[in-house]
């Protein structure tokens, strides 16, 4: 068994994906001490870079690559299964997803392929609008 990448919480519950022969996503609730696991849809779990909450239900965020692009597919959980809710895409920019903000905002991390630095960006789900932040963020 091995712990692929990511976890949260949803609701009290406590999420996290793994892989044995299979990828999982592995729930616990503290409240009544209850293991569940459910199948990730095929071929995401190495690209997994977060386990978020979106709208009261829990959500992964992978990153994909297409060639040279990159893309966040995001699937939420509904009624232990997973379904495609977006994906985010914006050509010559690598992206690292950094959570969710309010209900319907996806907060980026952008790094531009000729730029030494990224900065922190908005995407609106419903608008389809990305809004850069003016924020550089700083790695370690």
């Excluded at 060639?67 to 914006?90: A, R, Y």
């Excluded at 690598?94 to 000729?114: A, C, I, Q, V, Y």
Aim: hydrophobic letters at 35%; one cysteine or more.
């Amino acid at each position: 068994m091995k712990w692929v990448c990511g976890y949260g919480m949803c609701n009290g519950v406590a999420y996290c994906t793994m892989s044995n022969q299979k990828d999982y996503l592995v729930s616990l609730d503290a409240g009544n001490e209850v293991f569940q696991e459910i199948q990730l849809p095929e071929g995401i779990a190495g690209g997994i870079k977060s386990v978020e909450e979106y709208k009261e239900s829990i959500c992964l965020l992978p990153l994909n690559k297409d060639g040279q692009e990159e893309h966040i597919n995001i699937w939420i959980l509904q009624e232990k299964s997973f379904k495609n809710l977006v994906t985010v895409g914006f050509p010559g920019m690598s992206l690292t997803p950094l959570g969710f903000r309010m209900k319907n905002e996806l907060l980026l991390e952008l790094h531009e392929k000729d730029s030494k630095g990224s900065d922190l960006a908005i995407y609106n789900l419903e608008s389809k609008q990305l809004t850069q932040t003016g924020i550089r963020l700083v790695k370690n």
